[in-house]
């Protein structure tokens, strides 16, 4: 144990039991090793978020794909599925913030029926996913009305096919 360490398990052995308890479960957390570095070529994919987002009102699901922004945004996720030859997946991602009445299945809904947009406009339903992170990944802080209002959104991220690895004899 380091000078450091045995210092601070010492004050914390002053305040309480239970303050060297917790002491000695962030000693023994902060200690582990962090995990193996993929050693061979691994075949991760790239991820591309695309940084523009569809909104919504309050409390709402519906998409307004008419809309200067999101129309400009929908169409350029296609574009850009149709330019890539289709060889990519588009995970939507559903959000809401978190003054809205449940957000998880407000951002499942959102999310949903961007999917379905981009279904009609061609893109195939094996190359779509849709994720709901409800109110956990706000963009903007919810203490105003315009700032919760960036929390209302939809983005996606686009993810390449990974490329074959080379073949080894």
């Known amino acids: ?13 002053a305040y309480s039991p239970q303050g060297n308890q917790e002491w000695q479960k962030i000693l023994s957390n902060a200690k582990k090793p962090p995990p193996m ?3 061979s070529p691994c075949a991760m994919p790239e991820v591309q978020q695309l940084l523009q987002s569809v909104s919504f009102a309050k409390g709402d699901a519906t998409l307004k794909p008419t809309e200067a922004p999101n129309k400009s945004m929908l169409e350029a996720v296609v574009g ?14 559903g959000h809401a913030s978190a003054d809205e009445p449940k957000p998880a299945e407000l951002a499942q809904a959102r999310a949903k029926a961007v999917a379905d947009w981009l279904i009609g406009a061609g893109i195939p339903k094996d190359r779509i996913e849709i994720k709901s992170y409800g109110a956990d990944a706000p963009i903007e802080r919810n203490d105003d009305e315009t700032k919760a209002s960036m929390n209302r959104r939809v983005d996606f991220e686009a993810v390449p096919e990974p490329k074959p690895e080379p073949k080894t004899k």
């Open 1 to 13: 144990m380091s000078e450091v360490e045995a210092h601070l398990t010492a004050t914390a052995e």
């Open 37 to 39: 570095p993929c050693l």
């Open 80 to 93: 850009g599925y149709k330019g890539n030859r289709g060889k990519s997946k588009i995970i939507v991602r």
